[in-house]
């Protein structure tokens, strides 16, 4: 009797091992949806379950999930979500909708307009300029941007992946347009940055390069203004010169700020002037010249201003001018200089203590 127990005990674990061996191989392991073609293959089981062309308003990606949020192709108003786990796709289950996606014609995305096939290449590109310790991507988001139009605010700026890498020691994130180009890593948050200055004639020249590449030397500027750690030109937009562009040069290279277009205010007393007009390096010498010129050589720069000023009524005569303002605990002061680099005047707490005349 004893032996008959033994025996059953041991093809009853056979069996078992055999079960779980076969069962092991009709369960897939874990997905790594940033690499090879997985993102690929469960994108295509939820275009394929949903059976029509559709947008979406959100994909979520992570280690261990692959989700998206579509717009029913058969009833717009409404918003699904679906899931593709382990080689299967759940769904629909029904999404509530806030007020950055209400409005889902404009907050939603064509689906089929997405590469996800780029997404190893980029993701590899985004860890590779991140350049931290030990960084992995941890999740992935595409949907629009948050904007300010004129007719609300939401989900409603350009379509992009947000990319998080996070290190041993910090994070950074990145982001990707819908065709998988590389658009730029966030590096703001990191030790690089903490030591970052944009005030230096090699800088100045990298941040003018950069947008005269990007737009071309003969671009309209309205105004540029220099901080410690950023550029930022203010630009009449080409298709509608009523309202201007903004773009920013600093940690993160040339950056287009898309949040909200500004109305371009035009006054008698200003122009408009091209970037081939002037040489920013020259701001980091006449940083240097203010500090000397106020007494002042412990002074941060609170902004350096690059503007075409009327400087006769009279004549109508306009100059480009930098205007270099310093601070140092309760005092401030400050020098103008024209383009050539002559001083026009000198300010020392909000009075004019000498002037060109």
């Known amino acids: 009797m004893k032996n008959l127990l033994t025996n059953?005990?041991?093809?009853?674990?056979?069996?078992?091992?055999?079960?779980?061996?076969?069962?092991?191989?009709?369960?897939?392991?874990?997905?790594?949806?940033?690499?090879?073609?997985?993102?690929?293959?469960?994108?295509?089981?939820?275009?394929?379950?949903?059976?029509?062309?559709?947008?979406?308003?959100?994909?979520?990606?992570?280690?261990?999930?692959?989700?998206?949020?579509?717009?029913?192709?058969?009833?717009?108003?409404?918003?699904?979500e679906y899931k593709y786990v382990a080689g299967f796709v759940t769904g629909p289950n029904p999404v509530k909708l806030n007020g950055m996606n209400e409005n889902l014609e404009k907050s939603s995305f064509p689906y089929d307009e997405i590469n996800f096939a780029a997404i190893p290449e980029f993701a590899r590109q985004a860890i590779e300029q991140a350049g931290i310790e030990d960084g992995k991507i941890y999740r992935m988001t595409f949907q629009r941007g948050f904007a300010l139009t004129?007719?609300?605010?939401?989900?409603?700026?350009?379509?992009?992946?947000?990319i998080e890498i996070k290190g041993t020691r910090e994070d950074v994130s990145a982001a990707a347009d819908p065709k998988g180009k590389l658009l730029g890593v966030d590096l703001s948050r990191t030790s690089r940055a903490?030591?970052?200055k944009v005030i230096t004639k090699e800088e100045l020249q990298k941040a003018q390069d950069a947008l005269k590449n990007a737009l071309g030397a003969d671009t309209q500027v309205l105004e540029i203004l220099i901080y410690e750690t950023s550029v930022s030109w203010s630009i009449p937009n080409r298709q509608n010169?009523?309202?201007?562009?903004?773009?920013?040069?600093?940690?993160?290279?040339?950056?287009?700020?898309?949040?909200?277009?500004?109305?371009?205010?035009?006054?008698?007393?200003?122009?408009?002037?091209?970037?081939?007009?002037?040489?920013?390096?020259?701001?980091?010498?006449?940083?240097?010249?203010?500090?000397?010129?106020?007494?002042?050589?412990?002074?941060?720069?609170?902004?350096?201003?690059?503007?075409?000023?009327?400087?006769?009524?009279?004549?109508k005569v306009f100059h480009t001018t930098y205007r270099v303002s310093l601070k140092k605990g309760v005092n401030e002061g400050g020098v103008e200089y024209d383009n050539n680099g002559n001083e026009i005047r000198v300010y020392r707490n909000g009075k004019i203590v000498s002037e060109k005349k």
């Open 8 to 80: 059953c005990l041991v093809v009853s674990l056979l069996v078992c091992a055999g079960l779980s061996c076969k069962l092991g191989g009709l369960i897939p392991g874990k997905t790594n949806y940033f690499e090879g073609d997985s993102a690929q293959k469960a994108a295509a089981a939820i275009r394929e379950k949903i059976g029509k062309p559709f947008n979406t308003a959100e994909v979520f990606i992570d280690k261990d999930e692959f989700r998206v949020h579509a717009q029913d192709p058969n009833n717009p108003k409404n918003l699904d």
């Open 150 to 162: 004129e007719t609300g605010a939401g989900s409603l700026g350009n379509a992009r992946w947000h």
């Open 194 to 196: 903490k030591d970052y």
């Open 241 to 315: 010169p009523n309202v201007q562009d903004s773009y920013q040069y600093g940690i993160n290279g040339l950056t287009n700020k898309e949040l909200m277009k500004m109305p371009t205010i035009k006054t008698s007393i200003r122009e408009d002037f091209s970037l081939s007009e002037i040489n920013l390096p020259d701001a980091a010498v006449f940083v240097q010249k203010a500090k000397e010129r106020t007494n002042m050589p412990d002074a941060t720069v609170s902004v350096i201003s690059i503007r075409r000023e009327l400087i006769s009524v009279t004549g």
